[in-house]
């Protein structure tokens, strides 16, 4: 058991609308979860695991069942997942992932984003080289015998495990595998009777990069106006 790294967190930019952005994402990922596996979350595993990842932001129970049903409807809206590659300013590799009804409005939005703040939008695979598509189960260490976890895991695909802090400092166990064995760390852990504080996939970077403070505050608010995008779900980047 080490220390998991993780590229820095930007909670130096402090939104108003979190809370909000958060409920939207989950709301398209129930979306999505339903229209591909139905609207019961005991046989349809993608859909129980964003409601698992709403309770992680605290997203009230009848705001889930809500959007489950307006998933279900025949007026559900179709989202298509689209990932977007580009640099951001001093060579900073990103990933934009989103979820898009308009992918015209999207790839104009995201595009206006990266010139304003000197970067540039690639291509498919321009920069996804330099990341690596994850499962990642975010774990409470409260009585949890993590050693003992740990061999049990590495049965079920687990590539790595170590400890890391949650955004306001909480301690947390990081659980990683490749991902086309996510469905098999889920159930491992189910198995177990371990609720995951989220599991999610991530791209998690292979070669971080390191930056002055002035040069990586350039870089942090570019990452912090493409999640503020309303069709944006996640942003990956290389930033250490």
Same mark, same amino acid.
């Given at each position: 058991?080490?220390?998991?790294?993780?590229? #820095?967190?930007?909670? $130096?930019?402090?939104?108003?609308?979190?809370?909000?952005?958060?409920?939207?994402?989950?709301?398209?990922?129930?979306?999505?979860?339903?229209?591909?596996?139905?609207?019961?979350?005991?046989?349809?595993?993608?859909?129980?695991?964003?409601?698992?990842?709403?309770?992680?932001?605290? $997203?009230?129970?009848?705001?889930?069942?809500?959007?489950?049903?307006?998933?279900?409807?025949?007026?559900?809206?179709?989202?298509?997942?689209?990932?977007?590659?580009?640099?951001?300013?001093?060579?900073?590799?990103?990933?934009?992932?989103?979820?898009? =009804?308009?992918?015209?409005? /999207?790839?104009?939005?995201?595009?206006?984003?990266?010139?304003?703040?000197?970067?540039?939008?690639? /291509?498919?695979?321009?920069?996804?080289?330099?990341?690596?598509? $994850?499962?990642?189960?975010?774990?409470?260490?409260?009585?949890? =015998?993590?050693?003992?976890? @740990?061999?049990?895991?590495?049965?079920?695909?687990?590539?790595? $495990?170590? @400890?890391?802090?949650?955004?306001?400092?909480?301690?947390?166990?990081?659980?990683?595998?490749?991902?086309?064995?996510?469905?098999?760390?889920?159930?491992?852990?189910?198995? #177990?009777?371990?609720?995951?504080?989220?599991?999610?996939?991530?791209?998690?970077?292979?070669?971080?990069?390191?930056?002055?403070?002035?040069?990586? /505050?350039?870089?942090?608010?570019?990452?912090?106006?493409? @999640?503020?995008?309303?069709?944006?779900?996640?942003?990956?980047? /290389?930033?250490?």
């Amino acid at each position: 058991m080490g220390r998991i790294f993780e590229v #820095r967190k930007h909670a $130096m930019f402090a939104r108003w609308n979190r809370m909000a952005k958060q409920f939207a994402r989950i709301g398209k990922d129930i979306t999505i979860a339903v229209k591909n596996g139905g609207p019961d979350p005991h046989s349809n595993p993608a859909l129980r695991r964003v409601i698992q990842n709403s309770r992680a932001v605290n $997203m009230p129970k009848d705001k889930v069942e809500a959007a489950i049903k307006r998933a279900s409807g025949k007026d559900a809206a179709n989202f298509t997942e689209i990932l977007y590659e580009g640099y951001a300013p001093h060579g900073v590799a990103v990933l934009v992932e989103t979820a898009t =009804d308009n992918p015209t409005r /999207t790839v104009a939005n995201v595009r206006s984003i990266f010139t304003k703040h000197e970067g540039n939008l690639g /291509t498919a695979n321009s920069v996804s080289f330099q990341f690596k598509k $994850m499962g990642v189960f975010r774990l409470n260490p409260e009585g949890i =015998d993590q050693d003992d976890l @740990e061999l049990y895991l590495i049965d079920h695909g687990l590539e790595e $495990m170590g @400890e890391s802090t949650g955004e306001k400092g909480e301690p947390q166990i990081v659980a990683r595998c490749n991902f086309p064995e996510f469905g098999q760390m889920q159930k491992a852990l189910e198995d #177990r009777g371990i609720n995951p504080l989220s599991a999610e996939h991530e791209y998690i970077c292979l070669t971080p990069t390191e930056l002055p403070e002035e040069q990586a /505050t350039e870089v942090l608010e570019m990452i912090d106006k493409l @999640e503020q995008d309303e069709d944006v779900q996640k942003v990956y980047h /290389t930033l250490a």
